[in-house]
């Protein structure tokens, strides 16, 4: 394994590993709010904002694995009709859309939302947690998207005659 195949695996088990705590920690709240509802009469407030935050989190972090392991969701009936040198050209135009989509929407717009919301100091309704805090995982994300596109793109470089998809 090269250099840059260590990287990239350690990055995806980092990813692997926070998703999991949210996930937990989402269960939790979820039960915990459940619980509380039905069995004490009584409900948290708290536990309906932390559910919405690790949603957006495990969402947006997911979308950046998915795309890292290149499991995201794709429509491929044309690409399979394409000769192999075609599907090249298209896999790596592919991933320059990916890259220059997550630069301007997710990096560019997402360190902007970042921004403004904590400039203007907005908290969230009932856990008062800067909403800057909550959005940073949009640009954070964008640049874990766009390192996985030049990844991918050297591979498919690399690799002239395998399988592309595969890559």
Not at 115 to 124: A, G, R
Request: charged share 15%; glycine share 4%.
């Amino acid at each position: 394994m090269n250099r840059s195949e260590v990287i990239f695996n350690k990055i995806n088990k980092i990813i692997e590993v926070v998703l999991v705590i949210i996930f937990a920690l989402l269960v939790l709240d979820v039960l915990w709010q459940v619980f509380s509802r039905y069995l004490l009469s009584r409900s948290f407030s708290f536990t309906e904002e932390f559910a919405r935050f690790a949603l957006i989190w495990l969402s947006i972090l997911g979308a950046a694995y998915l795309n890292a392991k290149r499991e995201h969701l794709s429509m491929d009936f044309l690409y399979n009709k394409l000769s192999s040198q075609n599907k090249k050209k298209v896999s790596i135009l592919i991933e320059i859309f990916i890259f220059l989509f997550a630069l301007i929407v997710m990096v560019v717009g997402g360190f902007n939302l970042v921004y403004t919301t904590l400039h203007l100091e907005q908290l969230s309704g009932t856990l008062r947690v800067p909403l800057g805090y909550v959005y940073i995982i949009l640009p954070f994300s964008g640049l874990l998207i766009m390192y996985f596109s030049v990844y991918h793109i050297s591979n498919i470089v690399k690799h002239n005659n395998q399988n592309i998809t595969n890559i």
